[in-house]
């Protein structure tokens, strides 16, 4: 079995499965998405009752004593020693990278203008997995990708004004690390349960945010208010832990490049979310946005790499 593993692991992510398993993986992926889609709304109430290092460090630790007890109850042995170096690049990138600097954007900015980073987060996924992997997307896979960023990105920086702010930098530099992150994650996801890639790279963790947790809590005014508590929760459970679940399954059953191309619809879901959570105006191209979305995730998903 490890022989057989270890082949595995070193073999370009495969874009050719059954059609059964493609059907369960898209639609696991657009699970994770749909929980994704949330994060960023959920964020805002969070800082309503706590800072942002308090925030960003509890749901993590949060999400960590799930995973980690999930893992104990079920007697999960640790992965092998060549697992550890990729599962660091998923803890950087999506248990402590990503989630510190859109907390740190959204003090700053709107969760609409944040929605451009999961804008062009599928193209530079899979720009980091034909790099990392081996994936060999189609011509028309990359050019109804493109088409998919750049109408996601227009909207998004039409609707701020085009200005680009010290929380553009935070956002920028969350979707290269979050990109690393979802690419090593779905190449492990191919040699383990995806469970058990976030499960313990939020373990791995622990060292850094329990003790974070501890001084961001002294430190920071915290006000336990019913939105702080439950955007905490939200990020912490369904964020940060089932919702990479389903998303790294996703991946492992249909390929990197085409799973990540069904993030194209999260802005959108997520100014959706803007405007039932947080009572933001739903901006009026949005609908045309959508439509535009929708025809390139289709034409990506009927591509072959």
């Known amino acids: 079995m490890r022989a057989q593993s270890s082949a595995t692991s070193t ?30 709304p959920a964020t805002a109430w969070g ?7 308090s925030l ?7 999400a960590a004593v799930i995973a980690g007890s999930c893992l104990l109850a079920m007697r999960i042995p640790p992965p092998e020693r060549r697992h550890w170096s ?42 980091l997995s034909a790099l990392r992997v081996g994936t060999r997307p189609s011509r028309t896979f990359w050019i109804a990708a493109l088409a998919g960023a750049a109408a ?25 690390v979050c990109a690393a992150g979802y690419t090593e994650g779905g190449r492990l996801a191919r040699v383990m349960p995806g469970w058990h890639v976030i ?23 915290v006000r336990l208010t019913a939105h702080g508590v439950a955007g905490l929760l939200w990020v912490a459970v369904g964020s940060q832990f089932l919702g990479l679940v389903v998303w790294y399954r996703g991946m492992a059953a249909i390929g990197i490049p085409k799973a990540s191309q069904l993030q194209l619809a999260q802005p959108l879901l997520t100014l959706v979310w803007s405007v039932l959570l947080l009572g933001e105006h739903l901006p009026v191209a949005a609908p045309l946005t959508a439509v535009a979305v929708l025809v390139c995730i289709a034409v990506t998903q009927r591509a072959r790499g």
């Open 152 to 176: 996601v990105v227009a909207f998004t920086v039409q609707q701020s004004g085009g200005a680009l702010t010290a929380a553009d930098a935070c956002l920028f530099a969350a979707l290269l």
């Open 11 to 40: 073999a370009p992510i495969a874009v050719d499965v059954p059609a059964e398993k493609r059907s369960a993986g898209t639609l696991q992926a657009a699970l994770g998405v749909v929980a994704f889609s949330l994060t960023f």
């Open 47 to 53: 800082l309503e009752g706590f800072g942002t290092w």
């Open 56 to 62: 960003v460090a509890v749901r993590s630790v949060l």
């Open 86 to 127: 990729g599962l660091a690049v998923v803890a950087a990138g999506v248990v402590l990278g990503f989630p510190l600097l859109t907390t740190l954007a959204l003090e700053t900015s709107t969760t609409a203008h944040a929605a451009v980073v999961v804008g062009l987060l599928p193209l530079t996924t899979a720009l």
């Open 199 to 221: 499960g313990w790279a939020l373990v791995l963790c622990l060292p850094l945010t329990v003790p974070a947790a501890a001084v961001a809590l002294a430190v920071e005014p």
